[in-house]
């Protein structure tokens, strides 16, 4: 019996490059984002130029916010041919992952010359799910 996952076997080596394309596919067509924190809460700043706002969607499920959108393209050519085109357009997704204490239910979201803002506060201690005990002395 030939064992194909085997270090010297040759299909795996093949493959290997595959394996995680899809994932390197996502990142590629992914917008910018950066995240960061401050005393008061969370911050996410999304990269969105050329987006509509109302093409832009942000949902929250349990403790993960997902972001889907569309860039949608208004190419018009009608002054000659078009040599080449790096500009992107169609549909994306994000997910962010937020920390426990991260307020869900207070997240806003500001959309100002192609750069979301979504801000989320932290929550207040009581409303983690956790309470101060207090101890009786007899």
Same mark, same amino acid.
């Given at each position: 019996?030939?064992?194909? =996952?085997? #270090?010297?076997s040759?299909?795996?080596?093949?493959?290997?490059?595959?394996r =995680?394309?899809? &994932?390197?596919?996502?990142?590629?067509?992914?917008?910018?984002?950066?995240?960061?924190?401050? &005393?008061?809460?969370?911050?996410?700043?999304?990269?969105?130029?050329?987006?509509? #706002?109302?093409?832009?969607?942000?949902? +929250?499920?349990?403790?993960?916010?997902?972001? +889907? &959108?569309?860039?949608? =393209?208004?190419?018009?050519h009608?002054?000659?041919?078009?040599?080449?085109?790096?500009?992107?357009?169609?549909?994306?997704?994000?997910?962010?992952?937020l #920390?426990?204490?991260?307020?869900?239910?207070?997240?806003?979201?500001?959309?100002?010359?192609?750069?979301?803002?979504?801000?989320? #506060?932290?929550?207040?201690?009581?409303?983690?799910?956790?309470? +101060?005990?207090?101890? +009786?002395n007899?």
């Amino acid at each position: 019996m030939v064992e194909t =996952t085997h #270090p010297n076997s040759f299909w795996p080596n093949l493959y290997e490059p595959f394996r =995680t394309l899809g &994932g390197r596919i996502a990142d590629w067509f992914a917008p910018a984002s950066e995240a960061g924190s401050n &005393g008061s809460g969370y911050r996410i700043e999304i990269e969105l130029p050329g987006v509509k #706002p109302e093409d832009v969607d942000i949902s +929250k499920h349990e403790h993960v916010l997902l972001l +889907k &959108g569309e860039k949608r =393209t208004e190419r018009q050519h009608n002054d000659g041919k078009l040599f080449f085109s790096e500009r992107q357009f169609g549909a994306f997704q994000r997910t962010f992952r937020l #920390p426990p204490d991260a307020d869900t239910e207070n997240v806003e979201a500001d959309f100002r010359d192609g750069l979301l803002s979504i801000a989320i #506060p932290r929550a207040e201690p009581a409303a983690q799910g956790g309470r +101060k005990i207090e101890i +009786k002395n007899r």
